[in-house]
């Protein structure tokens, strides 16, 4: 079945400091969602990209959605507290009734 | 707009106990899951409805889970007997009217087995 890696599991950064996380797909995607879950809450819809190369910001945030549909990207720009956090990404499986496959996050650590 | 409404926030209970959870989604919104997030992991998909029908639960343990959701609107999870390793959040999450679509969630229940 359809499979999501994301990568890497965690991420420790000073504050101020950029961050990355990548997202891979074992097939083709109709869309990449993102959501964000603080600490001791629930993941929050962050942004979905449908088409092939999409890029989408949001302030220090962007997006990108590879051109074959298989992967994606989360990029945040000068690192805040409150980025802090776990970033998922996931998938609307193709075929019968579009699951979404989540990837299994990635953990941004702000180092004090 | 009201979100994804959960209850209860929080359970204990000792393993081979019963225990149920309810959901009350988005009003709308056609498509609910159920989720079971462990510590550290991303959430795992129990059950998608579409409406009032099940339209995915091929990860749903049925020997021990069900799930219901009367009329299309909300939903509850059961749990019988529980086992130790369904500690976890159970995360209800709702779309709407196409699946694959934005999901909003609620708040969960945090599941302790003891």
């Known amino acids: 079945g359809q499979q999501v890696m994301q990568i890497p599991q965690y991420q420790h950064v000073q504050e101020g400091e950029d961050f990355t996380t990548y997202c891979n797909s074992s097939?083709?995607?109709?869309?990449i969602q993102w959501y964000k879950q603080r600490p001791g809450g629930h993941p929050v819809f962050l942004i979905q990209?449908?088409?092939s190369g999409e890029v989408k910001k949001q302030k220090r945030l962007t997006f990108q959605f590879g051109e074959a549909k298989k992967n994606s990207s989360l990029h945040i720009t000068a690192t805040q507290t409150t980025d802090v956090g776990t970033y998922f990404c996931?998938?609307?499986?193709?075929?019968?009734?579009?699951?979404?496959?989540w990837g299994a996050g990635t953990k941004l650590i702000i180092k004090p | 707009e009201a979100g994804v409404a959960q209850s209860p926030r929080y359970k204990i209970i000792e393993k081979r106990q019963s225990v149920a959870f309810w959901c009350n989604p988005i009003?709308?919104?056609?498509?609910l899951y159920w989720y079971q997030q462990i510590l550290g992991q991303g959430p795992k998909l129990l059950i998608q409805?579409?409406?009032?029908?099940?339209?995915?639960d091929s990860q749903l343990p049925k020997d021990r889970f069900s799930a219901e959701r009367l009329k299309g609107v909300d939903s509850t999870l059961k749990i019988q007997p529980a086992k130790l390793e369904d500690s976890a959040v159970y995360l209800c999450?709702?779309?709407?009217?196409?699946?694959?679509?934005?999901?909003?969630f609620g708040q969960g229940t945090r599941l302790t087995v003891v």
């Open positions: 999450a709702s779309s709407p009217n196409v699946a694959g679509t934005e999901a909003f």
């Open positions: 009003s709308g919104h056609a498509t």
């Open positions: 097939t083709t995607l109709s869309n």
């Open positions: 996931a998938g609307p499986e193709k075929g019968s009734n579009y699951q979404l496959i």
């Open positions: 990209l449908v088409k």
């Open positions: 409805f579409q409406n009032n029908g099940v339209v995915d």
